[in-house]
T-cell receptor, first 113, second 115 residues
Framework: AQTVTQSQPEMSVQEAETVTLSCTYD???????LFWYKQPPSRQMILVIR??????QNATENRFSVNFQKAAKSFSLKISDSQLGDAAMYFC??????????FGKGTRLHILP | DTGVSQDPRHKITKRGQNVTFRCDPI?????LYWYRQTLGQGPEFLTY????????KSRLLSDRFSAERPKGSFSTLEIQRTEQGDSAMYLC?????????????FGDGTRLSIL
């Protein structure tokens, strides 16, 4: 069974600064998808960024980028130029071959003005 | 694309009562998923449907829980004889098809509180 570990329950970053959220996972599959989801307080979970395991190039979406290290089974999220609207719970997620998402416990990100 | 819709947003009920939640997926999405999220945790998979067929149920889904997706459109999740431990956010998600990088789109969730 796959597992996803987020070792940082909470993090804080100054507005306009850069922050990196950590995620590691465990799997025996060679082909899979990884995601970062954002869940603002009392609001819908939305997809931030996705990565296909067979792609070596790290995914980038505007201010969000990942550092995907397949051998190390590491998938960190970097947020550049942090904005107040980035404050949320961030979940690292693994999509397995049975089409189920396994989520980490989340990292609560605070943005300091 | 109106998004995934869940109803109600909040449900407060007494222990022992039955509750039913509804999820309307994005139209033409074949897959529909139910997750449960407790405080401080990530969502946990409960069950999912391919059209009207329920393909898998998690061990988390006791016999007090039942889910249906008649006609492959909306889905309902019923909890019978609710217990304190059922208090959680119940999330519904839908996706276009099988195992792809097309992400699951989530609804706002139904927050269940058991008194």
């Amino acid at each position: 069974a796959q597992t996803v570990t987020q070792s940082q329950p909470e993090m804080s970053v100054q507005e306009a600064e850069t922050v990196t959220l950590s995620c590691t996972y465990d799997t025996s599959e060679s082909d899979y998808y990884l995601f970062w989801y954002k869940q603002p307080p009392s609001r819908q979970m939305i997809l931030v960024i996705r990565q296909e395991a067979y792609k070596q190039q790290n995914a980038t979406e505007n201010r969000f980028s990942v550092n995907f290290q397949k051998a190390a089974k590491s998938f960190s999220l970097k947020i550049s130029d942090s904005q107040l609207g980035d404050a949320a719970m961030y979940f690292c997620a693994y999509l397995n071959r049975d089409d189920k998402i396994i989520f980490g416990k989340g990292t609560r990100l605070h943005i300091l003005p | 694309d109106t998004g995934v819709s869940q109803d109600p947003r909040h449900k407060i009920t007494k222990r022992g009562q039955n509750v039913t939640f509804r999820c309307d997926p994005i139209s033409e999405h074949n897959r529909l998923y139910w997750y449960r999220q407790t405080l401080g945790q990530g969502p946990e998979f409960l069950t999912y449907f391919q059209n009207e067929a329920q393909l898998e149920k998690s061990r988390l889904l006791s016999d007090r829980f039942s889910a249906e997706r008649p006609k492959g459109s909306f889905s309902t999740l019923e909890i019978q004889r609710t217990e304190q431990g059922d208090s959680a956010m119940y999330l519904c998600a839908s996706s276009p098809g099988t195992y792809s990088n097309q992400p699951q789109h989530f609804g706002d969730g139904t927050r269940l509180s058991i008194l």
